[in-house]
């Protein structure tokens, strides 16, 4: 009889293991779910308060005053500034939602989550970098096309464009590197195209220059020379 019992056991027990590992994952799932649902309820309940609110602070004027209305609706994206301002709120809840529903899956989503709470600081800092790197290249390529125009240099606004598109690669560049996104590439990338146009800068300006260069050496040359310079050559 004890020998029936323990035979039986065998099969038994790898039904039980399962049993037991089912009911560990489908709780936290389950947790998941539930957060998720009524996360997504809170999300839409919150998109309505804020959209009414914008509505009635009178958000569209405001946004139409400072320029910012005509981009939002070029998107075709958002019916309007206000339906733009709810729905990144919204956007910002679900964030807050899907974290905390992740964060109840029990350890491999604790430590995703983790994760990602620690990259918030980084991806900051890059936001900051580009908007930072977007105002001083505007500030420069428009400094650059007013010297160039009363320099009359040919090629004013190539010259202000190329100074734009660098500054921006330089913020692209340094925004990448605080993402930890390939930072070998970029650093080789980087060095190359500077290495680029410092050579082809070096290169354009010899060439423009090889003529003037070449009179100042022959007027030079075809000077007297002083008497001290006869004096120093007898000595």
Same mark, same amino acid.
């Given at each position: 009889m004890q020998s029936l019992l323990d035979f039986l056991n065998i099969f038994v027990e790898p039904f039980n293991r399962l049993r037991e590992q089912f009911a %560990?994952?489908?709780a936290p799932l389950f947790a998941m779910f539930v957060i998720l649902i009524v996360g997504g309820v809170f999300a839409y #309940?919150?998109?309505e308060l804020v959209y009414r609110l914008l509505v009635a602070a009178k958000f569209d004027r405001l946004a139409d005053n400072a320029g910012a209305a005509n981009t939002i609706l070029s998107t075709r994206v958002f019916r309007s500034p206000s339906d733009f301002g @709810?729905?990144?709120v919204q956007s910002l809840v679900w964030l807050m939602v899907v974290l905390m529903a992740l964060y109840a899956g029990g350890q491999m989503t604790q430590a995703l989550v983790e994760r990602f709470?620690?990259?918030i600081p980084a991806l900051v800092t890059a936001a900051l970098v580009l908007l930072l790197g977007s105002a001083v290249s505007k500030f420069? %390529?428009?400094s650059a #096309?007013? %010297?160039a125009v009363n320099a009359q240099w %040919?090629? @004013?606004r190539l010259i202000a464009g190329g100074v734009r598109v660098l500054i921006m690669f330089l913020a692209v560049v340094i925004a990448l590197?605080? #993402?930890?996104i390939g930072q070998a590439a970029l650093l080789i990338a980087f060095a190359i195209l500077f290495g680029g146009i410092v050579l082809a800068g070096s290169v354009a300006f010899g060439l423009g220059a090889r003529d003037f260069v070449h009179d100042w050496l022959k007027d030079k040359a075809a000077q007297p020379k002083t008497e001290d310079e006869d004096i120093l050559h007898h000595l």
């Open positions: %560990a994952v489908m #309940l919150v998109r @709810a729905r990144l709470i620690s990259y420069l %390529a428009r #096309l007013l %010297a %040919a090629g @004013a590197e605080e #993402l930890r």
